[in-house]
Structures are given as structure tokens and as C-alpha cells.
């Protein structure tokens, strides 16, 4: 794989970047990348726009895209993006940009080189269950009174990821709390039955569970006598997220995010986490700019990770299964079958375990969350059963 470092050159109407890789063909990409603008911080919010419309390109031609953050003196200073891609950028090109309010879209089209490796699974669509978060600080909250800043927060991540154009996509927010603390621990003690209840009731096959560990506040920071002065406070914010499998049960992803930014609000004051006033302070901001980059940072993650399904019934040798358009499932695409083997460890934990059968199925219709399949070449289908998993047979060698 090659690396490729390129040189973003920002002016107010034009970008331009310009890579060269000899006997290769480019393929074009159009994304429109979107970011709110701060504090009348207009050329700032050019900026991450164009970094977002990048991103979804880059990962729609393959490209692998990870967000690194650096913290100096608790302060974020510094928001790179770092892209390992398997191909290259030939040219960009501005196609328009567009400012709402306080909000800044720019739509680029994109001339990208084929990657030399590709991952098959990313040409399917994944579903990811968003969860509500866990506050497991009740008592930080007191402050401004935000007791409901778990579900504001997931609400808005929600929201983040389902405006991304990207191929993992998130399934109706799951809006009730659940206890998670163990699916952060080092014992691997967590519920299996959870993560299924959750991938069942999302028709999900992922699931992101996230807890809230700090929203502390530290010592005023304008000076006591100086009454006439309203009160600051420095607050943190750090989230912790976890991806699973609902199907494994096993842990794929886990990363934590911190930033702190000033609470400007009185300290009495009680404070609605759901209003423009609270999102666009710059603590409600911080927390919106972390929702971003776990934005591409899942998507890096679930890029080439596979796409599978439940068999929901059978009669005679049709099966429906629990995906279809919206997964990227097409008439005439060819599936396998894997049946559930459990497995039992020495501490009596059943370990799930997956054994692919010869059986392969062919989608006769297709609708927007389901399929119905046929046998391939009507042979018998011996000893498969409901809740069966379905796997993608990619259309690529």
C-alpha cells in the first residue's frame, strides 16, 4: 500500500490538490461536506467542510480514514486528519458553496485513483444500533441542571451520523437507558443477551454502546471580585464508545474522546441541553465537534467489515431474510448460509461460533429492509432454521 500526503491549498473560492500516479485510471467523486460556523469564524468553518466532504469521498472510493486529536494543556488545539488511502487524489474541484444561517456546505467533486487493494464488504451497506449513553456521574451534572445530556448527546450523534452519505448508517436511536458499564471493563463479563435484544429490535447487525465518564467543571475562572464580571467555568467532557457485533457478541472497536471547553453559563442557571442555546455555547459545540470525528472514525472502522443477515422464515425452499435495498442487496446477488454453533467456555460462557454451510441462496424480489430468496439451482435446503445468518457473497473476485 502506498501512503499519499497531500497539500490542501484553502482560499476563499478555490481549492486545488494535484497527485500523480502513472497507468491508472481516475474515477470522479462528488460529496458536499458540511460544518457550523463558530464565533463568526467563517474561514474555519470552510475548512471542516472540506475536510468532511473529503472524508466521505476518500471512503467512498475505499480509502481508510482515522481523526487524531491533540490535547495541550487540556485544550484542543489541533484537529488533523490523517488518510491512509489505497488511492490517490488526481485533482478537486469546487463545485459550490453555501452558507444557511450558521451552517457552511461545500459540495467537491473529487478525481480519485483506483485503490490497488480494495475491501468487498464496503460495497454493502452496515446498520449500527445508536444507543443511549450512560451518565455515570449523575452528580457532575448538577451544574446547569443537565441531567438529560445522555440522551441530548446521543440524539445528536444520531443525528451526525445520519447526515453522513457514508455506507455504515444508523438505525432509529434506541431512546431507553441501559446499563453499560461492563462492556467497558477488562473481564469481557458483558450480556450477550443485550447486544441480541438490541440487534434484534434495531434490525441491526452492529451495535454502539457509549457511556459519559466526565462533564466536571473546574474552578471559576474570572476573578471573585470582580462582581461585575458574569461567572465562567472550564467543564470537561469525556465519552467513551464501544462497537459490537449483534451477532458474535464480539467487542470490533473501542475509543475515548475528551475535550473542555468554557461553560458560560451561570452556575444556578438551569439549562435546556436540547436548545440552540445550549449547542451553540461553546461547551455544546465541543461536545458536537467529538460527535464529528467519532462520525469518521466509525465509518474507518465498519468499512470492511461484513454484512449479514438473520433468515426471518422459510416455506418450502423461499426463504425472507432481513435485508435489502437499504443494505445494498440487488436481485440475482448470491448469499450463503451459517448456522449458529455455541460454544461453552471452562467458566460456562457460551462463545458464539458460525459454521458456513455449502447452501447458497439467490434473491428472487428485494424490498427496502427485506428479501426474498430461493435456493440456488432449487437444491434442498436440509437443516437450516429461523434465525439462520445469511452472508454477502461479493460480485468481486
Given at each position: 500500500m502506498k501512503r499519499i500526503i497531500s497539500t490542501v491549498v484553502i482560499a476563499s473560492s478555490w481549492l486545488s490538490i494535484s497527485l500523480f500516479s502513472p497507468n491508472t485510471i481516475a474515477q470522479w467523486y462528488e460529496s458536499t461536506g458540511h460544518a457550523s460556523i463558530k464565533n463568526g469564524d467563517i474561514s474555519g468553518a470552510k475548512s471542516a467542510a472540506i475536510k468532511d466532504a473529503i472524508t466521505q469521498a476518500l471512503v467512498f472510493s475505499g480509502a481508510r480514514v482515522s481523526s487524531m486529536q491533540t490535547l495541550?494543556?487540556?485544550?484542543?488545539?489541533q484537529d488533523q486528519l490523517k488518510i491512509?488511502?489505497?488511492?490517490?487524489?488526481?485533482?478537486?474541484?469546487?463545485i459550490s458553496e453555501d452558507r444557511k444561517s450558521d451552517q457552511f456546505a461545500i459540495t467537491l467533486r473529487l478525481d480519485i485513483f483506483p485503490q490497488q487493494e480494495h475491501c468487498p464488504a464496503n460495497q454493502f451497506t452496515?446498520?449500527?444500533a445508536i444507543t443511549q449513553t450512560q451518565l455515570v456521574n449523575r452528580e457532575q451534572a448538577r451544574m446547569g441542571q443537565i441531567f438529560?445530556?445522555?440522551?441530548a448527546t446521543s440524539e445528536a450523534l444520531y443525528k451526525t451520523l445520519s447526515k453522513s452519505a457514508m455506507n455504515a448508517k444508523p438505525t432509529a436511536y434506541f431512546n431507553f437507558p441501559i446499563r453499560v458499564s461492563e462492556f467497558f471493563n477488562q473481564q469481557y463479563d458483558y450480556s450477550n443477551a443485550l447486544l441480541e435484544e438490541i440487534s434484534s429490535r434495531s434490525n441491526s447487525q452492529y451495535v454502539l454502546?457509549?457511556?459519559?465518564?466526565d462533564i466536571s467543571n473546574s474552578d471559576k475562572l474570572?476573578?471573585?471580585?470582580?462582581?461585575?464580571?458574569?461567572?465562567?467555568?472550564?467543564?470537561?467532557y469525556k465519552v467513551d464508545f464501544a462497537l459490537f457485533d449483534g451477532t458474535?457478541?464480539?467487542r470490533l472497536w473501542q475509543k475515548s474522546y475528551r475535550s473542555q471547553a468554557i461553560w458560560p453559563f451561570e452556575k444556578t442557571k438551569i439549562i435546556d441541553v436540547y436548545s440552540e442555546k445550549f449547542w451553540s455555547s461553546d461547551y455544546g459545540q465541543s461536545i458536537a465537534d467529538i460527535n464529528q470525528t467519532v462520525s469518521y472514525d466509525l465509518q474507518a472502522a465498519m468499512a470492511c467489515l461484513e454484512t449479514q443477515g438473520k433468515i426471518l422464515h422459510i416455506e418450502n425452499n423461499k426463504l425472507i431474510i432481513n435485508l435489502g435495498t437499504a443494505h445494498g442487496i440487488?436481485?440475482?446477488?448470491?448469499?450463503?448460509?451459517?448456522?449458529h454453533n455455541y460454544l461453552t467456555d471452562a467458566a460456562g460462557n457460551k462463545m458464539p461460533h458460525l459454521i458456513t454451510t455449502l447452501n447458497q441462496l439467490q434473491v428472487e424480489q428485494v424490498y427496502k429492509q427485506s428479501a426474498v430468496a430461493v435456493s440456488v439451482d432449487q437444491q434442498p435446503l436440509p437443516n437450516i432454521q429461523i434465525n439462520d445468518v445469511v452472508e454477502l457473497i461479493s460480485s468481486e473476485p
Open positions: 495541550v494543556d487540556g485544550v484542543l488545539t491512509n488511502s489505497h488511492g490517490e487524489i488526481q485533482k478537486i474541484e469546487m452496515k446498520f449500527v438529560d445530556i445522555d440522551k454502546l457509549s457511556q459519559i465518564v474570572n476573578n471573585s471580585y470582580a462582581f461585575w464580571q458574569d461567572e465562567t467555568y472550564q467543564r470537561s458474535t457478541y464480539e440487488e436481485k440475482g446477488q448470491r448469499l450463503s448460509i451459517a448456522h
